[in-house]
Each structure stands twice: as C-alpha cells, then as structure tokens.
C-alpha cells in the first residue's frame, strides 16, 4: 500500500464499515444511501502522482473520480480524465504537478448528495450540475454532511429508469382500475335512472289506468240500463203469465218500448268496444308490470347447465308469430359449443327481447335475422343481427338505458335491453351492439360457459 492511501485510510470516517451503505431504516422509497459504495478518500495533502497510483489501483477502477476528504468532510474530486488532460498527457505536467498536493488539481465543487435524498432528487441534482463529458461520480454525504461513500452517475440513471418503468407499470394499473371504476359509474348512472322510473311506471300505467276506470263506470251504466231493461220486459213476461187487466198492459208495454228506444243496439256495440279498449289497457299494464317483475327479481332466478341452442329455439319459437307475420327469415349459424351454467329462463329472456327488437326494427319485406354461435376460450359467444332500420350512434350509447325507447307510446316500455344489460352482467358477461343505420344491427352477448359463481349461489 502506498502512503497516499495510508493517510486517507487514517482519517476518520462515518461509515468506514458499511459497503455498500444501507437504505435509511424504514424508508420505503428508493434512497441514495441504497446506491452509495464505500471508497477510500484521499487526503487533502495527497500527492498528485500518488493520486494517479490510486487511479490504477483495482478498487478504484470502476470509478470516475475519487473523492478528496478533510476530516471527514469532502472538500473536493479528482477526475480521472481532467488528471490525465492536466497532468499526464500535458508536457512535463508530472514534473509540473507531480508533488503538488491534489488540493491543486481537484475540483473543488464536487457533486455530493445526501445518502437520505431521493433518486428523483438525486438525478435532478446531477442533471443541474453534472459537466459534460461525464468526468466525475457523486460523493455521498450523511446528514451531517460527512463523507459516506461514492455513488454512480449511471446508476442512479439506471434507477430512475427502473422507477420509471415501475411507474409506468403503477400508471397502466391505476388506468385500468380508473376504467373500471369509469365503467361502474356509468353502471351506477344507469342504476339512477331508475329513479326516474318511478315518474315513467306512474305515467305509463297512469294513461290506460285512466281509460279503463272510464271504461268501467260506463260499462256499469249501461248494464243499468239493461237491467231496467230486463225488468220491464220480466213485467210483461208476468203479465203474460199471471193475466192482468189491459190499460197496465199497454203502460207494461210502452215502458218497455221507453226502455228499448233509450237503450239501442248501438250502445251494445259500444259497450263491445269499450270492453275491447278496456282489455287492451289492463293488457299494457299487466305486461309493464310483467316487465318490472322480471326486473326487480333477476336474483332469485334458477340456474343449471344448458344448451344454449335450445334456449334460442325456444326464444325463437315464442317470437314466431312476429317473425311469421313480417315474413322474416331466420339464419343460424350454431358452432359447436359446450353446454352453459347459466340460468335458463333470464338467458331465454334474454335472447326474446334481442328476436323482438330485431323483428320490429324491420320494415321491408325481406327481413331476415341471423343468429351465431360459437366458443371462444372460457366463453361462448352469441350473436343476434338484423337487416333492419339500424340504430343512429345519438342513440346507441342509451338503448341499455332504462325506459330509452324509440317506439310509440304503448309499444315500448324502454325496458327490454336494461333488462338483458342486467341480465348478461350478472352471469358476469358482456352484451354490445353495433349498428349502421339504415342498414342494420349486430347484438353480441359473451357469456363465460362455467357460469357466475354468484348466479349459482
Ligand atoms: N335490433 C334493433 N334495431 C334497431 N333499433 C333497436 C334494436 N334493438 C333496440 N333498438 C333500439 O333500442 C331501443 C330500446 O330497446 P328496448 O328493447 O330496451 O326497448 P323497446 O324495444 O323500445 O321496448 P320494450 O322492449 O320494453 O318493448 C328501442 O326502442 C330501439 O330504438
Ligand atoms: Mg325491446
């Protein structure tokens, strides 16, 4: 050993012990300390060629510069190539310098940073102060400012790239929880439109309520009637039977006639009509009440395994008179796929609604409506498309929407595809639909073939 290194090995050191010197205790966040590497300092009164055997030395190889140390305190570097350009390669720069103390080659603002900063902290210090070419590593310093080490200027770099890549990975996550957390609130906006259900049930049922209770007083009117009706002719019937004097025969009879006049075979029909329209308005009630059922109790529906072309036979064959009367063609393309757990009547239900608003989004007469099926890994896809009238993209965006319908009022209750929407998510599957208007529409249903765990609860 020579003696440039015996007096710096003298001096005191912080933490002569420590290679390389430990993160602070309890930090989880990447410290400088982590990066620091013990490295004999040299001396202030170190000669300049003794700095040059330490640069040849085999612990200071991987290193840039050298740190020069006054009692613990850095007070300088030595730079590996500036010692070259100064004194090596300079004519008679060793017979210049050779004796000197290093004090009269080092840099004398040498970067040092503190063990406890941060990479992020680290690599904006040495961004604002490294030189370039790159000549020099940092100095380590503890909090009281002594002497802890040396660290690498590439190794901090390589730090941060690691954090940044860490951090990006942290950025792709929290992007995919913002998404899914996007997703649920456009859910949970769709779930407070349901709110808005209680004004659209009271509005709804309210109009064929309001006729049929009308319909009914006037129904119970002319039965009045007829019962006056009846009587009178029972009267004349009596009359007939039991005998009885003349004149209150013909008042029998012209009461009777009174009777008939006020109440004529016209007001017959109407009653007809009246119990028609009556019928019809506890039809659309019993049917949007039938609709809200199904979608209050999609929980407490009966699962078991299926094949899932005998539901959309099925579907198919409860749809058949809408298809028949619009003479619409129907296309299966089934794949072969395995059975589903799922639960039959709520996928059944399903399917009729996606067959009903095909059928009626078609308005020509060469309707046709496709049906696929295939499997894809866990899941088993079912298509259902249309040639029919296509839905414009203002609209696309709220057809799962409760109560968003396009149809007359008493045709739609707005409720078919909220309901499949529910349906589908709580068999934990997906439900989508594409459009061009005009030309037509493809639903998509994926549905995982295990079923949901919770469905089968
Ligand atoms: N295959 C389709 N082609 C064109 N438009 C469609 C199709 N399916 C749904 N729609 C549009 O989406 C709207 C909502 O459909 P949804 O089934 O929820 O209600 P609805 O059919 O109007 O009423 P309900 O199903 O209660 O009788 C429809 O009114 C219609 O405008
Ligand atoms: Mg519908």
Same mark, same amino acid.
């Given at each position: ?6 007096? /710096? ?9 420590? +290679? ?25 009164? +170190? ?53 000197? $103390? ?12 503190? /063990?406890?900063?941060? *990479? ?5 210090? &040495? ?64 779930? $407070? ?9 009271? #509005? ?25 009706? @009846? ?9 007939? $039977? ?42 659309? *009630? ?46 299966? =393309? ?5 059975? @589903? ?13 996606? *067959? ?12 046709? &409506?496709?049906?696929?099926?295939? $499997? ?29 319908? +396009? ?11 909220? &309901?499949?929407? =529910?349906?589908?998510?709580? #068999? ?12 037509? +529409? ?16």
């Amino acid at each position: 050993m020579n003696s440039a290194v015996q007096a /710096a090995a003298a001096l005191p050191s912080a933490s002569a012990s420590a +290679t390389p010197v430990r993160p602070l205790a309890g930090d989880a966040e990447l410290r400088v300390a982590a990066l620091a590497q013990w490295l004999e300092p040299l001396a202030p009164t +170190t000669p300049v060629l003794a700095v040059g055997e330490r640069f040849l030395d085999a612990a200071s190889a991987p290193w840039l510069s050298l740190p020069v140390v006054d009692d613990g305190v850095p007070v300088g570097s030595v730079s590996r190539y500036e010692l070259m350009q100064r004194v090596y390669i300079k004519p008679f720069g060793r017979e210049l310098y050779g004796r000197r $103390a290093v004090t009269s080659v080092m840099h004398a603002q040498p970067l040092v940073i503190p /063990a406890e900063a941060t *990479i992020e902290q680290a690599s904006r210090t &040495i961004a604002a102060r490294i030189r370039q070419p790159i000549m020099e590593d940092f100095i380590v310093v503890d909090a009281d400012g002594r002497y802890a080490g040396m660290g690498k200027v590439l190794a901090v770099l390589g730090a941060m790239e690691r954090r940044m890549a860490a951090h990006s990975h942290e950025l792709e996550r929290a992007n995919r929880q913002l998404r899914s957390s996007q997703a649920q609130l456009v859910q949970s906006e769709k779930m $407070a439109s349901l709110g808005q259900m209680v004004a659209g049930i009271a #509005h709804e049922i309210n109009t064929p309520l309001g006729y049929v209770r009308n319909n009914v007083d006037m129904t119970r009117e002319s039965l009045g009637d007829v019962r006056g009706l @009846i009587g009178a002719y029972e009267q004349v019937v009596g009359f007939f $039977a039991d005998g009885g004097d003349e004149t209150q025969l013909s008042a029998r009879l012209l009461e009777l006639d009174a009777r008939r006049a006020k109440f004529d075979a016209a007001a017959l029909d109407d009653l007809a009509g009246l119990l028609d329209d009556t019928v019809f308005g506890v039809d659309q *009630i019993s049917e949007l009440v039938g609709n809200l059922k199904d979608f209050s109790r999609l929980d407490q529906a009966h699962v078991a395994r299926v094949d899932v072309h005998q539901l959309i036979e099925s579907a198919l064959k409860i749809g058949g008179n809408l298809l028949r009367k619009k003479n619409i063609e129907v296309v299966r =393309q089934f794949g072969t796929v395995p059975e @589903i757990v799922c639960s039959p009547a709520q996928i059944n239900q399903v399917l009729l609604n996606l *067959i009903s608003n095909a059928a009626q989004a078609i308005g020509h007469g060469q309707g046709r &409506i496709g049906v696929r099926t295939h $499997a894809v890994g866990r899941y088993l896809l079912i298509a259902v498309e249309d040639n029919g009238s296509g839905i414009p993209a203002e609209h696309l965006a709220r057809i799962f929407d409760p109560f968003f319908t +396009t149809k007359p009022v008493g045709q739609g209750t707005g409720l078919g595809l909220s &309901i499949c929407y =529910q349906i589908i998510e709580q #068999h934990r599957g997906r439900i989508r639909a594409v459009s061009t208007p005009g030309a037509g +529409t493809r639903f998509f249903i994926a549905l995982p073939v295990r079923g949901n765990a919770e469905a089968a609860a």
